[in-house]
């Protein structure tokens, strides 16, 4: 587990997305023993590589800048772990997945898991990128568009028949599955975010459907050494901390 005290810091955000988030899985995590390794922030060159000048100013005049930094430093963390053969999980706040080059919404900044998947890039050239958050990560995308060496996979939202009224757990886990089929990759990231819960908004999938998706993630990296990490995004409920320890549980 990637995490630091500063996560649990007040910032001016959205009230849903409290400390609490990352206070109480940590406590949980801790009580399990797994391993806590405190990241640093990200450097300006690290967020530089994904996000513009202006936007930067911007966060920084919002007041986010250190906290944002920070996510994308445990995001970083997380993914040189995973390149040394250790899964890791980054327990940080705020997310980052709506965050764009230039722009960003949905209580996002800096998109974490794009600064990481570039910080490592000179030694995980592919990519792929498997967002569990119940919304659709678009600012993940936007950054990566036409770029031929990540992939990136938003379950749910990939659905050619337009049957989400339909959609399920099996189907869902279907799809995390899928995403494995058809490219070779160096490390997977997984941007977990765990609103799918079917008590949080996305009213989907139990607690031990996380289980299972960490699982599949475990064995589809394979592909690739089984190189893996994941970055918190979002997922707001207070059984947020059992959602997180039964994926990491499947994932680890
Ligand atoms: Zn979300």
Excluded at 11 to 28: G, S, T
Excluded at 105 to 117: E, L
Excluded at 209 to 215: H, T, Y
């Amino acid at each position: 587990m990637v995490y630091s005290r500063d996560y649990e810091q007040k910032y001016p955000a959205n009230p849903v997305e409290n400390p609490d988030r990352v206070r109480l899985p940590a406590e949980e995590l801790r009580a399990a023993s797994y391993r806590i390794i405190k990241p640093e922030p990200a450097s300006l060159d690290a967020i530089r590589k994904v996000h513009g000048s202006e936007h930067i100013d911007r966060v920084r005049k919002s007041g986010h800048y250190e906290a944002a930094a920070l996510a994308a430093g445990g995001a970083i963390c997380a993914a040189e772990l995973a390149m040394k053969g250790e899964p890791a999980f980054a327990l940080v706040r705020p997310p980052g997945h709506h965050a764009a080059a230039n722009r960003a919404w949905g209580m996002c900044y800096f998109n974490s898991m794009a600064i990481a998947i570039k910080s490592i890039r000179p030694k995980a050239k592919r990519a792929l990128i498997i967002d569990i958050d119940l919304h659709f990560g678009d600012g993940t995308v936007s950054i990566f568009r036409g770029d031929l060496n990540v992939k990136i996979v938003n379950p749910w939202s990939v659905d050619e028949d337009f049957e989400y009224l339909n959609m399920d757990e099996s189907r869902y886990l279907g799809q995390v599955k899928e995403a494995f089929q058809g490219f070779d990759c160096d490390v997977v990231g997984v941007s977990a975010g765990f609103d799918t819960y079917i008590e949080d908004w996305g009213r989907l999938l139990k607690t031990e459907d996380f289980f299972k998706i960490g699982k599949v993630i475990k064995e589809g990296s394979k592909i690739c050494g089984g190189r893996r990490f994941a970055v918190l995004e979002g997922g707001y409920h207070p059984d947020l901390r059992w959602c997180i320890k039964s994926f990491i549980e499947g994932f680890d």
